[in-house]
Nanobody
Framework: QVQLQESGPGLVKPSQALSLTCTVSGDSILTNYYGWNWIRQTPGKGLEWMGCINYDGKAYYSPSLKSRTSISRDTSKNQFTLQLISVTPKDTAVYYC??????????WGQGIQVTVSS
């Protein structure tokens, strides 16, 4: 059974960087075909795909967030990490990691609430 678990701080101050880690079990992030994604849901809005890192290590980002987003991985720990810089209160959201592609996802983490506030 594939499981994903997000971890990181629940509160970040404006202008700082947000860093979240997704730990994967039941599958390898090196598995051919899948991408490992970060998605968020902000209050009053739908799901927003932020970016992904593929099995081959290549990362892809949403054009609207590309300048502030970086996704990396630690294959020894089967983890991938999101970094979002220069956060504002508009980045307050529930952040999810998920397996899939840029437009579909079959396994999700439970989500982590991140609030940007001073």
């Amino acid at each position: 059974q594939v499981q994903l678990q997000e971890s990181g701080p629940g509160l970040v101050k404006p202008s700082q960087a947000l860093s979240l880690t997704c730990t994967v079990s039941g599958d390898s992030i090196l598995t051919n075909y899948y991408g490992w994604n970060w998605i968020r849901q902000t209050p009053g809005k739908g799901l927003e795909w932020m970016g992904c890192i593929n099995y081959d290590g290549k990362a892809y980002y949403s054009p609207s967030l590309k300048s502030r987003t970086s996704i990396s991985r630690d294959t020894s720990k089967n983890q991938f990490t999101l970094q979002l810089i220069s956060v504002t209160p508009k980045d307050t959201a529930v952040y999810y990691c998920a397996r899939g592609s840029t437009t579909w996802w079959d396994y999700w983490g439970q989500g982590i609430q991140v609030t940007v506030s001073s």
